[in-house]
C-alpha cells in the first residue's frame, strides 16, 4: 500500500492546496471571519494592493503574496473569510481544505477586535487542527474607539498561542507579527494550544480512534492533529471523511469501523459500514455539543480579558436607524445613488475637456510630424487617425467618469453601506426567489462584470448563484456606464432642453437606467426560478459589519490609480486594435460604399426595427471586446462615412450622433441596448471558468440580448404609437 | 415553543433549541446560536422582512424562513 497511492484518491483535492517551496520558504495562511481585515494584513506584509471592503465576502479566492524576514522568504497565503471549518459554501471549503490539506507552516488567524467572541470559534477550531497557530487581534483601533479593552497577555496564556494586537491599516502590530510568523514558523517558539474538552463519555470514544489512527495520520498527514481527524470522523460529512481515510492505509479503516459501530454513540448502526456508520442524528448531536462547549469556553475567556462598555456600542444603531430605516432605507439609497452621480456627471464633463483638449492637440502634432516625415497617408490614417484617436476617446470620454465613479463607490464599500443596501433590498430578491447576497454581487458589477460574476461564489446554492451569474450583465459596468452618461446628455440635447437643469436630467436618467437594470435583473432572476433554474431560495445570513471611517485620502489616491491602469491597459488591448481595423474598414471601398458602410447597411433594417441603425448594432458588436469602445468606435464608423468635425466635448460628440439623425428614441434605445445586451468577452470567459458549462455561457449571452432587443421594440413601438397621435 | 421570528423588536431571547438541519445548522452554531446563546432583536427591514439580530456581538441578517428554525425563550 503505497502512500502516492493512497494520496493520489484526494489529489485533486491536495494538488491546488500544494505549494511549491524550497527549504528557505515557508508559506503561512491567513485565516479568519469575514471582514477581519485579513486582505489588509496581507497587503501590509506583502506590500501588494489585494482588494478590501467592509463587507463579508469581498475576498473569494486564494491570493498568494511573498515577503522576506530576517533573511527567510515567506509565502503568504490569503484565504477567504469563513466562520467556521465545517464548510457550508464553496469558499469556506477552500480555507478549510488548505488548511487540512495543504503545507502551510503556520496559520495566523486573523479576528476582529471588535467582536472577538463569535471570532474566536475558528481560533479553537483551527487550534484544534494543528499547533502552529498564531492570533492576530485585528481591528484594535476601532475596538479602543468603541472602549473596549483587551488584555492579550492574558489571552496568550489562556489558549497557549502566541497573540499580536493589530490595526493592519496604519500598519500598527505588523512589525511583531512579522516577527513572531518567524519564530513559530522556525520552530523558536512552540504554541501550546489549550483546546476545548467536551464530553467525558466523548472524549473516550476520540482516545480510542486516536489511539488507532494517530501514527497513522501524523505520518501522512503532517499538518493535521490526530485528535482532530479522529474528531472529524465522527461528525464530517460523508466527502470529507472520504477525503480523510482517503489518506489513511486502508486496514485502518475496519478498525475505524470497528471503533465506532462499538462506541455507545453509534449502537443504533452497529452493521454499517464506516461512510453511513454514523446517523444524521448522532452527528447533529455531536456537533451541537462541540459547539456548545467551545462557546461556553470562550464566555469564560472573553469574560475574563475583554471589557466593554456597553454605552459606546450604539453608534451604528443610531445610524441603522436611518440608513436600514422602513421609511427612509430605500428612498435614501436612491438620494446616494443620485448624488454620486451627480459628482460623477459634474466632474467628469470638466475633466473630460481638458482631457481631449490635451489629447487631440497632441493628435494635431502627431499629424504634423508625419507630414514632416512625408509618412504615406494610409500609415497617417491608421495610426493616427485609427488607433490613437479611438484610444483618445477611450481615455477622454469614458476615463473621467470611472476615475470619479469609482472612487466614491469605495468610500461607500469602506464605510459598510453595501451590505446595508443588501439589507433593505432583501425582501425583493426574496419575491424574486434570488438570493440576498445577490445584491452584493451586483454592487460588484458596478466596478467590472467580470468581478461581479466572481464575486458570485459568496453565494452557497448553485441555483440563486446561477441566478446571480446570469443576471450581473445588468448591472452597467464601469465600462458601460460612461456611455450611458454621454449618450443621456445627447438624450437631452435631442429634446432641444438647454440650461441648467440639463445636469440634473442626466443624473436622474442615469440614475433611472440604473434602477431599471435592478428592475430587470429581478424580473429575470424571477422568470429564470419558474423555469430554467426552479426552486425557492435557499437560507440567506448577512452580516452588516460596523461602519468603519474610511481612509478617504488613500483610497482615493489607490482607486484612481487603480482605474486609470484599468483604463489604459484596456485602451491598449482593446481600444488601439479595434480603432485600426475600424479605419481599415472605414476605407475600404467596394462600390462608393466603405466596408463599415456595407456591413451598417446589411443591418440597418433589423436595427431600425428596435429603434437603432446598423452602425449602432455594428458598433456593440465590435465593442464585446471591451464596452469601453462602443462609443469611440461609434464616433469612428459615423465620421467615417461623413465629414471629419473636431470633436472637443461632450457637446460636439452629441452633435455627430444628432447629424446622423439620431432621435431621442435613437439615444434611449441606445442607452437601454448598452445596459441589457451581452456581456463583454472578459465577462463570458469568467463565466465560462465560474460554471465550467457553456449551455450557461451561452445563455448568459442570449438572455440578455433577448431582453435588449424586446426592451427596445417595446420602446420603438411607443414612440412611433405617440408619432401617430400627435 | 416560540420561535426568533415571533421575537418582537427590542427584546432579549435566549436560543433554546435549533431546528435547522445540514450547512444551515453548521452556520447557525458557528454564529453562535448555541443553547443558552442571548440574542437582542434589532430590527426589521422594510418589508418587515429579514430581522437584524445581534447575536454574540455581531449583527447578523436573518429570513424570516431561518429565524423561525430556532427555538427561543422569550
Ligand atoms: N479601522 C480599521 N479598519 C481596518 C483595519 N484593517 C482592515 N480594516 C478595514 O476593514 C475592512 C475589511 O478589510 P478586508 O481586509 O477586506 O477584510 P477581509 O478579512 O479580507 O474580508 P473578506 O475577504 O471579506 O473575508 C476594510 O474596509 C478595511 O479597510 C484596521 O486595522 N483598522
Ligand atoms: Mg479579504
New binding site residues.
Partial sequence: MGLTDQSMKSSALTDIFHIDKNDNEFVIALA?N???????VFNSLTGLRQH????????VVNARGNYSHQGKDFILV?L??TYSLFSSSAEEEVARDFICFGNADAVVV?ADATCLERNLNLVYQVMELTDNVILCI??I??ARKKKIEIDAVGIEEDLGIPVVL?????GIGIAELKDMVYKVAMGEIKPTPRIVEYDADYEELIGSLVSVIGPAVKELLRNVNPRWAALRLTDGDEKFINTLTGHLPGYLQSAIEGILAESCFFKECKACGIYNSVYDKDKQAIRDMIAENTYRRIEEVTAKYVKTDTKKQYRDRMIDNYITSKIFGLPLMLAMLALVFWITISGANSLSELLSGFLFWVEDKLTVFFKHLDAPDWLHGVLVLGMYRTVAWVVSVMLPPMAIFFPLFTILE?LGYLPRVAFNMDHLFKKARAHGKQCLTMCMGFGCNAAGVTACRIIESPRERLIAILTNNFVPCNGRFPTLIAISAVFIMSLGSSGIGNRLLAVLMVSGLVVFGIAVTLAVSWLLSKTLLKGIPSAFTLELPPY?V?QIGRVLYTSVIDRTIFVLRRAVIAAAPAGIIIWILGNIHIGDLSLIGHAAGFMDPAARLIGLDGYIILAFILGIAANETVIPILLMSYLSAGAMTELSSIESLGHIFLDNGWTWLTALNTMLFSLLHWPCAATLLTIKKETGSMKWTVLSAFIPTAAAVLVCLTTTLIYKAINILL | MPKLNDASVGSVVTVQKLESTGILRERMLALGLTKGAKVEVIRKGPSGDPTLFCIRGAMIALRNEESSLIAVQI
Fill in positions: 479568519g469575514p471582514n477581519t481585515g485579513k486582505s489588509t478590501t471592503g467592509n463587507w463579508p465576502g469581498k475576498t490569503d477567504p473569510g486573523v485585528n481591528l483601533d476601532e493589530c490595526a493592519a491599516r496604519n469602506d468603519r474610511p
